[in-house]
Nanobody, 120 residues
Framework: QVQLVESGGGLAQAGGSLRLSCAVSGSIFSTNSMGWYRQAPGKQRELVAR???????NYADSVKGRFTISRDYAKNTGYLQMNSLKPEDTAVYYC??????????????WGQGTQVTVSS
């Protein structure tokens, strides 16, 4: 019953910035990893960035140096700061998180997605 809600998407000009948020709620014991994925029309969903509980990060080559993933552990919220946006960044962005709930069950949950559109 872990739920994820994304926010912060919208329209940006090429070269602009957006900050996405992912709020995680439910009977959570731990969130071991959070990630952002995106899917453009006609393309497969791809990993954009991921951050582990230990703080290590991984980025797609296409966003390295432009995007930054982070977590606020107190708020149980993940973020994706997107700078120097390009039209090819246009996609629906999805938040993902997995870990353990308070009953000891492993969870792997997805948000509903938020649209990011970058104009040329």
């Amino acid at each position: 019953q872990v739920q994820l809600v994304e926010s912060g998407g919208g329209l940006a000009q090429a070269g602009g910035s957006l900050r996405l948020s992912c709020a995680v709620s439910g009977s959570i014991f731990s969130t071991n990893s959070m990630g952002w994925y995106r899917q453009a029309p006609g393309k497969q969903r791809e990993l954009v960035a991921r951050i582990t509980g230990g703080g290590s990060t991984n980025y797609a080559d296409s966003v390295k140096g432009r995007f930054t993933i982070s977590r606020d552990y107190a708020k149980n919220t993940g973020y994706l700061q997107m700078n120097s946006l390009k039209p090819e960044d246009t996609a629906v962005y999805y938040c993902n998180a997995h870990g353990f709930d308070v009953s000891g069950s492993y969870y792997d949950s997805w948000g509903q997605g938020t649209q990011v559109t970058v104009s040329s």
